[in-house]
């Protein structure tokens, strides 16, 4: 984790819409992440916790958006994504632990998977365990906490969908 904090430390001075093959660059070799050397990142973009990443071609990856979570968790974002800025993308949670003295007991994780061609609108959120399917759009402000199925849109707090798109 110490390489992520390395990674995101040194892609930060960088501006933010230049040098795109060097800051994929410095997050494979540092972090040893499977990240296809046409990604497009942002320089305010973060990996905070999570270990196993893998991004594909040609994905998009916004302004001030962040992957946080759990270290035993995996990432997978597909080819052609393209992800908005102030997006996060988080693997990490708590069991309730009503017990204790914090209802957020013990640390857990779920994957999290976004399949070829999705768009992930400004500001949403994806939390564990979440699938976002083919082709499909969260749009800007949604909090995701169910999958989302092949070729829809889905928006609101909880998502839910809106449209089908084929």
């Not at 990142?41 to 759990?70: C, K, P, R, Y």
């Not at 994504?81 to 997006?87: A, F, T």
Request: net charge positive; aromatic share 10%.
């Amino acid at each position: 984790m110490i390489w992520n904090a390395i990674a995101n430390k040194l892609t930060s001075f960088f501006p933010e819409s230049r040098f795109f093959k060097t800051k994929n660059f410095i997050y494979r070799v540092l972090c040893k992440f499977e990240i296809h050397p046409s990604v497009r990142m942002f320089s305010s973009f973060n990996i905070v916790g999570v270990e196993n990443i893998q991004i594909g071609q040609d994905t998009f990856l916004g302004h001030e958006s962040l992957i946080m979570g759990a270290n035993n968790t995996k990432v997978v974002i597909g080819d052609f994504v393209d992800i908005s800025s102030r997006v996060s993308v988080i693997t990490g949670t708590h069991e309730v632990d009503l017990s204790g003295r914090h209802i957020a007991g013990k640390g857990t994780g779920k994957d999290i998977f976004i399949d070829n061609g999705a768009w992930i609108g400004f500001g949403s959120i994806i939390l564990p365990g979440v699938k976002i399917g083919k082709k499909s759009i969260v749009a800007a402000g949604s909090i995701v906490i169910n999958d989302v199925p092949d070729f829809c849109m889905v928006a609101g707090n909880p998502a839910v969908i809106k449209k089908y798109l084929k």
